[in-house]
């Protein structure tokens, strides 16, 4: 396998905690949550243990493993299966973002929106679609300056815009409570447990199961994070404990003032924000939560740029990309990867822009097919812990999956089997679709993973490198 770059090592733990942070931990996603009710904190309790801690923790050693600090994805599973999996695991972490920038970009319109009180921006489709191009084409700028800049950028953004606004939100909750108001959840043994015999409970489930992807993504970077060897699963903990607490108690505090059948999913954040505020008789404090909240929004842009786009950049270096990819600028960054990836997003930012309104089908496949194709790569990622375990157990690993050998048997195949439900479970028609959209949905749905799956499978095929065949 190629290389390490000239790059050095550029990000302290802090910033690096904010880089992946900015990932996972999303304030918008609060609404979201809100609409379970109390049932919020099981859903996201059951997710958090039996998905993302796995995911963490398996991460968290393979990126320690001597020899697999580079590459991220692609490497681990490259390392059990060779390297046409191993492209095949990075080109499916990337594909789902693709799709994936165009969710976070209308956040950040409808913020700004609220900020100016411009709401055609958000409701006109050709402006919400410049605006939407607009920014992501900066930040695709921005990353350009490489992952020292970014993760300068996402440090401010993950704590002004994720950290503040979540506290800020926590604490006027906790106030409200403790004056005696009235909450919106009815908070009982009964309504934390759902009912698990309804097919809709488990959809719901695999919705937030998908509030925790993208903590392996960073990975990447650990060749840039100072004293790896101990910072980086010291990072990854902390961010897993944290977004559990943050989701649960942030989801809560939007759920305790706006009503279960008046929360907006996109406005939902804005609408706890807004009843908070009013009540306590800081208004003022409205335009600047919305901007504070489209600042967190963005620096999850950034991240999420400058983390799949590098492991790709991994494969260039390898020869199985056309070689004008492999070219880096003065900042370590395969500009021709970066402006390649935002042509995809533009693409997909016009689709689901002019082809996505009014619950459309094309905007509900959009978003299935990006579920199934992130799924199905960590189920190659779990699979692929216990290769190396089977197979790599003599490579050092500097942080080892916790338990001794049980632990790194039953945690990873805990996170296999949620993965894998979710992943049957994501094949369901969504119910906003008519009975006879159901048909046509699933088909196209089965014919594009399909696509999907091939698709790196041919890449891998007319790679330069014939030669390449182990990582």
Same mark, same amino acid.
């Given at each position: ?5 000239s ?28 609409t ?60 789902q ?19 100016? #009180?411009?709401?055609l ?13 607009a ?47 009235? @909450? ?19 959809v ?5 199961m998908?509030?925790y ?33 943050l ?32 009540l ?37 270096? #390898? ?38 309104t ?35 157990? #003599? ?5 080892l !999956? ?7 048997? @039953? ?6 089997l ?31 993973? !399909? ?21």
């Open positions: 396998m190629a290389q390490k770059t790059v050095t090592k550029m990000i302290g733990v802090g910033g690096f905690i904010a880089l992946t942070g900015s990932m996972v931990a999303t304030v918008y996603g609060y609404p979201t949550f809100a379970s009710g109390f049932a919020l904190v099981f859903y996201l309790l059951l997710a958090g243990i039996f998905f993302f801690l796995p995911t963490a923790l398996i991460s968290a050693e393979m990126a320690t493993g001597e020899g697999w600090q580079l590459g991220g994805v692609y490497k681990w599973v490259g390392t059990a299966f060779g390297p046409r999996w191993g492209f095949v695991a990075i080109f499916l972490q990337w594909f973002i693709t799709i994936g920038f165009v969710t976070m970009l209308y956040f950040i319109v409808g913020a700004l929106s609220y900020l100016f #009180d411009a709401p921006i958000n409701s006109n489709q050709l402006y919400k679609f410049l605006v939407v191009i920014i992501f084409w900066f930040v695709t700028y921005l990353n350009l300056k490489g992952a020292g800049f970014i993760s300068k950028l996402t440090s401010i953004s993950f704590t002004a815009g994720i950290i503040l606004p979540a506290a800020l939100l926590i604490i006027m909750a906790i106030i409200y409570v403790i004056q005696g108001n009235t @909450i919106s959840v009815t908070m009982n043994w009964h309504t934390l447990i759902p009912d698990f015999s309804q097919v809709k409970t488990l719901v489930l695999v919705a937030f998908l509030s992807l993208g903590i392996e993504a960073s990975a990447v970077h650990v060749n840039e994070l100072s004293n790896a060897k101990r910072n980086y699963p010291i990072a990854i903990l902390i961010l897993a404990f944290g977004a559990i607490v989701n649960i108690f942030g989801a809560l505090s939007v759920g305790f003032v706006v009503p279960v059948d008046k929360i907006e999913l996109n406005a939902g954040i804005m609408q706890a924000f807004e009843h908070y505020l009013t306590y008789n800081i208004k003022w404090l409205i335009p600047v939560s919305a901007f504070l909240l489209a600042l967190g929004a963005f620096g999850e842009v950034a991240a999420w740029v400058s983390g799949p786009i590098k492991g790709l950049q991994t494969t260039a270096m #390898d020869g199985l990309l056309p070689t004008r990819f492999k070219k880096i600028n003065e900042n370590g960054v395969s500009v021709s990867l970066v402006i390649a990836q935002g042509i995809i997003v533009t693409i997909w930012a016009a689709l689901l822009t002019f082809g996505g009014g619950g459309n089908i094309s905007f509900l496949l959009a978003m299935a097919l990006t579920v199934v194709a992130y799924l199905s790569m960590y189920i190659l990622l779990f699979i692929t812990y216990f290769v190396l375990r089977s197979k790599h157990g #003599d490579v050092h690993r500097d942080y !999956v916790p338990g001794g050998k049980f632990g790194r048997f @039953i945690i990873p195949f805990l996170g296999l949620m993965t894998i439900g979710a992943f049957i479970i994501s094949f369901f028609p969504p119910s906003s679709l008519g009975a006879s959209e159901i048909g046509s949905y699933e088909m196209i749905l089965i014919i594009g993973f !399909v696509v999907i799956m091939f698709l790196p499978h041919i890449i891998y095929h007319f790679r330069p490198n014939k030669k390449v065949t182990t990582t």
